[in-house]
């Protein structure tokens, strides 16, 4: 059983895991404007659906990040989301296909809207005498990524909203801590 939000202490989270995500090639969408997780969902989703993603690739998963983060000078930010592909799948426009070089994670789960715990996980990988952050491009929220669990459940074929909470893994890039 999840412990409860209002009982969690954020410096004390007690169920952050570790996880090496895999190398993988992944379809993009990028949107820069109004709600642009939105935005940025409906061609992936659709793409997801039409080529049956799901069963070329039972273990498909969803990331996405801020890009660009919002800023002052901005009206808009952006976000682009990954799905994991075969390697050999075509991707049309308005997708694009990248590689994502996987890695080591710092992963804490939350339920949708729970975004205030990402200062939470930040903390405990600041304070964690075990691993050290390992930022990537700081226009893109440094390389922080949300994996949505169980993605496909909901958009192959699409949940109805009474199907419960969209729970998703927040992810934090760490290495071993360098000793001395």
Not at 21 to 39: F, I, K, Q, R, W
Not at 108 to 135: D, K, N
Not at 164 to 171: A, M, N, R, S
Request: proline share 12%; net charge negative.
């Amino acid at each position: 059983m999840a412990p409860q939000t209002d009982s969690l202490e954020p410096n004390r989270l007690s169920d952050v895991r570790i996880v090496c995500l895999p190398p993988a090639t992944v379809a993009a969408s990028h949107y820069l404007g109004p709600d642009p997780e939105m935005n940025a969902s409906l061609p992936i989703d659709r793409f997801v659906r039409e080529v049956g993603l799901a069963r070329l690739r039972p273990d498909v998963r969803r990331y996405g990040f801020n890009h660009p983060n919002p800023a002052p000078e901005r009206p808009h930010y952006g976000y682009e989301i990954w799905v994991t592909i075969p390697d050999d799948l075509q991707v049309l426009i308005p997708l694009t296909k990248k590689r994502f070089s996987g890695g080591l994670y710092a992963a804490h789960t939350i339920a949708m809207g729970q975004f205030e715990q990402w200062e939470w996980l930040c903390r405990w990988v600041r304070e964690s005498p075990e691993y050290e952050e390992r930022w990537g491009d700081p226009d893109c929220m440094g390389g922080l990524l949300e994996e949505v669990l169980d993605y496909v459940r909901y958009v192959d074929p699409p949940a109805p909203e009474s199907q419960g909470v969209v729970h998703l893994d927040l992810l934090f890039p760490i290495r071993p801590r360098r000793r001395p």
